[in-house]
C-alpha cells in the first residue's frame, strides 16, 4: 500500500489517504509513523480516505489491534471515505471496536462532501500524495 497523511494545525485535522492494496503491515506502519510524528495531535479530527485502495489483504484481526491501541482521544471525530463494500465492513468493525473503548465519534461515509461536512471540515488539503508520502 502506498499511504501518506497530511496534518492540517488551521483545522486541526489529519488528512490520512491509502492507495493500493491495503495490508496489515502497511496499516501498523501508518499508525506508527503518525503516532511519532512530533506534530500529532491526538485531539485533532481525521480523515481517512480509501477511495482510491484496489486490494484488500488487510485482516479483522490487525483491525481490532489498531482499535485497541488508538492514540486519538476519545474526543476526536475520525472518518472513513470509502467505496468498496469489503472496506466499509472493516471500517463498521473498527467503530465498533473503538466504541467499546468509549470512542464514539467515528464515521463511515462514501460520499467526501458528508464526510467533510460531519468533520466540520473544508476541502484545504493539500494533495495528500504529495505530503509525506512513501511508494509500494
Given at each position: 500500500m502506498a499511504e501518506n497523511y497530511h496534518i492540517d494545525h488551521e483545522q486541526r485535522l489529519i488528512w490520512s489517504k491509502c492507495w493500493g492494496v491495503l495490508s496489515d503491515e502497511d496499516l501498523l506502519n501508518h499508525h506508527?509513523?503518525?503516532k511519532a510524528d512530533p506534530d500529532f495531535n491526538p485531539s485533532y479530527s481525521q480523515l481517512v480516505d480509501t477511495t482510491e485502495v484496489t486490494t484488500v489483504t488487510l485482516t479483522p484481526k490487525v483491525v481490532q489491534q489498531v482499535a485497541q491501541n488508538s492514540t486519538f482521544a476519545p474526543e476526536s471525530k475520525r472518518a472513513f471515505l470509502v467505496v468498496k463494500n469489503i472496506i466499509f465492513g472493516l471500517?463498521?468493525?473498527?467503530?465498533?471496536y473503538v466504541n467499546v473503548r468509549g470512542q464514539n465519534n467515528i464515521q463511515v461515509h462514501r460520499d467526501r462532501a458528508k464526510a467533510l461536512a460531519w468533520l466540520e471540515a473544508r476541502e484545504s488539503s493539500p494533495s495528500v500524495k504529495s505530503v509525506r508520502s512513501r511508494a509500494d
Open positions: 506508527a509513523r503518525l471500517a463498521r468493525m473498527f467503530q465498533v
